[in-house]
């Protein structure tokens, strides 16, 4: 019993060494072995192999997987960093359906500037933390939505990872910091439950303020969802004002867009799908309109999950010029062959850096 137990204690010492050279290790007797071998006997014989590929293990240094001089692959669990010479692009890709498409490699990408092809000298699938703002409309033209509204941001909250951070902001008459970035799901859904909505509609200066709010964050990947009626109303901002900020902060903004069916009472609710689709399309997001308030909490699963299945394409921009100019950003496809018609979402473009 001394050497089994002895054997155990080195197994699991092996194993986690293993797990840090090169993954989990799976140690499984062969068949023929079972029947003749006794247990002290086995408990021997299985010490030894386990002690000799042990040193071999632990005399090896570990290693990553071997990248292109001109590649070099982001790590998986570590925010991503901007680079002054590196222009880092997160890209979604959808099928005809709308479903994700993952597996691509950085082949199936082309990346353009202002109409010059440019060389891609990063690329990553993997999901990284992210700093979230929440903005969600408290106006009187969502009482009837309301209960819906919180159960699709509870369920967005809850597909966090451990590393991710969320903030939360309401608006109706004034837009209103709710709580700033916190890892706490319990306290952003008290914060919810315990609001009313009333008042008028001030979207735009919550978006204005998530953005504002998102200069500390402490992820390098930052998004900010939306869930509104999209009409604006009592707004400070002009939409010309969230535009040009949002081309500013590099953050991707998401909507889930509750429209009527019909058109809106009001003008400004009747623009609501085209302020919040040009938003989100121009930093590389989406609109997500709901047909059924049912829907909703399926919605946030979805937009969660987008945002952990993004592809990060980076490139040393050709012109090396701080002019300070808005240039724009294309991304396309070489799909791999067999598949349907792609579509990329992608922000629009970035401001240069200046003198």
Known sequence: MASVTIFRKRLAALR????????????????YWRGWCSAPVCSAVFLVVALSFA?????????????????????????????????LVNVTVTDPYGR??????????????????????????????????????????????????RLAAVQFFRTANPQDEFLLINFNDRAQL????TGSIEDLQS?????????QTALLDGIYLGLSEMKGAHNAKKALLIISDGGDNHSRYS???????????????????????????????N????????????????????SSMNDMPDIASKISMELRNQYVVGYRPSDRAHDGRWRKIKIKLRPPKGLPPLTVY????????GH
């Open 16 to 31: 986690e060494r293993r797990g840090k050279v090169g993954g989990p290790l799976q140690v499984r007797a062969p068949q």
């Open 55 to 87: 040193s071999n293990a632990w005399s090896q240094e570990p290693s990553g997987p071997v990248r292109p001089e001109n590649s070099q692959k982001i790590e998986k669990g570590k925010a991503l960093k901007a680079e002054t010479d590196i222009a």
């Open 100 to 149: 994700l498409v993952t597996g691509l490699e950085q082949s199936n990408f082309r990346v353009f500037e202002d109409g010059a092809e440019q060389e891609i000298v990063r690329f990553s699938s993997e999901d990284v933390p992210i700093s979230i703002g929440v903005i969600f409309d408290m106006s009187g033209s969502m009482a009837d939505k309301i209960e819906k509204s």
């Open 178 to 181: 709710m709580t700033s970035f």
């Open 191 to 199: 914060r919810l439950m315990f609001t009313a909505a009333r008042g």
């Open 239 to 269: 939409e010309s004002d969230i535009r040009k900020y949002a081309r500013e902060a590099d953050v991707q903004v998401y909507a889930i867009g509750i429209f009527d069916a019909d058109g809106g009472k009001t003008s400004e609710e």
């Open 271 to 290: 623009g609501g799908p085209a302020l919040l689709g040009n938003l989100t399309e121009m930093t590389g997001g989406r609109t997500f309109a709901v």
């Open 346 to 353: 992608a922000r629009t473009g970035y401001y240069a850096p």
